[in-house]
């Protein structure tokens, strides 16, 4: 993240500080630019539609949205000395926007673009060029993060969207029914074949540290945890037609292995790539080419809200210190 100067830092304080002698009319300016020259971006204020710009002037509702932005954009600016806590207040606001149908880029592009001249009418001679320089770099942070944010939530909407056809469904429960007659052995055979191609594995498993992979074959809490993980991802199988479901229960098992010190999504990734040929051994003719294609869907809908929740996960326990 680029690094503002002192210099740029206080003059972009200064010059908002000025702005924000008059929050309540100059939020409400703010807005009423962007509807002038955005006709379009009013429809997105259930309460705002249809009025005229005079009207929206003194409309309490127009007043309370410009007031409580620009008290948002205060969080932002008085977090300047530490940019990724501004970074992380941008975040929440592309999600609580993303709810209210705000969910491109160009919104925010449009509002920031509005800003030099924006500063310049209200902030008067506050708006130095060192202002006009720091606000550049500010403003050009908080798009690139909403820029990343919206492409995370762009991506997670199109996965739990693409409901699988019936046909990948029942591909997917089948072959899975198939390898569950087995489901002890499979579980196991699971296992091994993860801390076989990676057997750093192993030592999270504090019950299963040294054996040898002939010895986990018959080893009872090898058993027993390949078995329990097996009925873990039934219990997601089983709720492919509500895909929130089994993405919830993904989002619990992360969760609890977090605290088994599974803080990645990459032993998930590692896990999950091992399943187009463990389920082509393990359940034969039953791993049809559409359950190949369903489960490569499954799988991309449980790697992405992993990721998500991995990331919350991390970011509260930066937070924690
Ligand atoms: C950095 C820029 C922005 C900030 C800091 C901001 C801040 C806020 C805040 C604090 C709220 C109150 C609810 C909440 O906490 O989420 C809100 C609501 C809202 N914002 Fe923004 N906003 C920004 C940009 C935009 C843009 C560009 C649009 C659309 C063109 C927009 C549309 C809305 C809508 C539709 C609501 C819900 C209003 C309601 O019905 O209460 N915002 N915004
Ligand atoms: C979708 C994939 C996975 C599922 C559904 C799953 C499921 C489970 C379940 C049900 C348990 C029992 C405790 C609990 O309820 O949390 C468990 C424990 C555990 N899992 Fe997983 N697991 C998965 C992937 C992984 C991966 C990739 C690793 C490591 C590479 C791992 C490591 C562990 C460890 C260390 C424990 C604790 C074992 C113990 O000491 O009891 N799991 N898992």
């Given at each position: 993240m680029p690094e503002l100067s002192e210099e740029y830092k206080d003059a972009v304080m200064q010059s908002w500080e000025e702005v924000c002698k008059k929050i309540r009319d100059n939020g409400t300016e703010l807005f009423i630019r962007l509807f002038q020259e955005?006709?379009?971006?009013?429809?997105?204020?259930k309460e705002l539609k249809g009025y005229t710009m005079e009207e929206l002037r003194t409309n309490k509702q127009m007043r309370i949205h410009g007031t409580r932005v620009m008290h948002a954009l205060s969080s932002m600016i008085d977090s300047l000395d530490e940019l990724d806590v501004a970074a992380g207040i941008m975040r929440k606001t592309i999600d609580t926007h993303f709810d209210v149908?705000?969910?491109?880029?160009v919104q925010y592009e449009d509002m920031f673009a509005l800003m030099p001249q924006f500063m310049k009418d209200q902030a008067g001679d506050k708006y130095t060029e060192a202002a006009a320089a720091g606000w550049k770099i500010v403003t050009d942070v908080l798009i690139s993060v909403s820029k990343e944010r919206l492409a995370e939530l762009q991506a997670q909407q199109a996965a739990m969207t693409s409901t699988l056809s019936e046909e990948h469904r029942i591909g997917v429960t089948q072959s899975w029914e198939a390898v569950c007659k087995n489901i002890r052995d499979n579980g196991t055979e699971l296992f091994i074949r993860l801390f076989e191609e990676?057997?750093?594995?192993?030592?999270?498993f504090k019950e299963l540290k040294g054996y040898t992979m002939d010895e986990l074959r018959t080893n009872k809490q090898m058993r027993i945890h390949g078995t329990r993980v097996m009925h873990a991802l039934s219990s997601m199988i089983d709720s492919l037609d509500e895909l929130d479901v089994a993405a919830g229960i993904m989002r619990k098992t992360i969760d609890t292995h977090f605290d088994a010190n599974?803080?990645?999504?990459v032993q998930y990734e590692d896990m999950f790539a091992l399943m187009p040929q463990f389920m082509k051994d393990q359940a034969g003719d039953k791993y049809t080419e559409a359950a190949a294609a369903g489960w490569k869907i499954v799988t991309d809908v449980l790697i992405s809200v992993s990721k998500e929740r991995l990331a919350e996960l991390q970011a509260q326990k930066a937070a924690m210190g």
């Open positions: 955005h006709p379009e971006y009013q429809d997105y204020f149908n705000v969910k491109t880029i990676h057997p750093e594995y192993q030592e999270y599974v803080q990645t999504i």
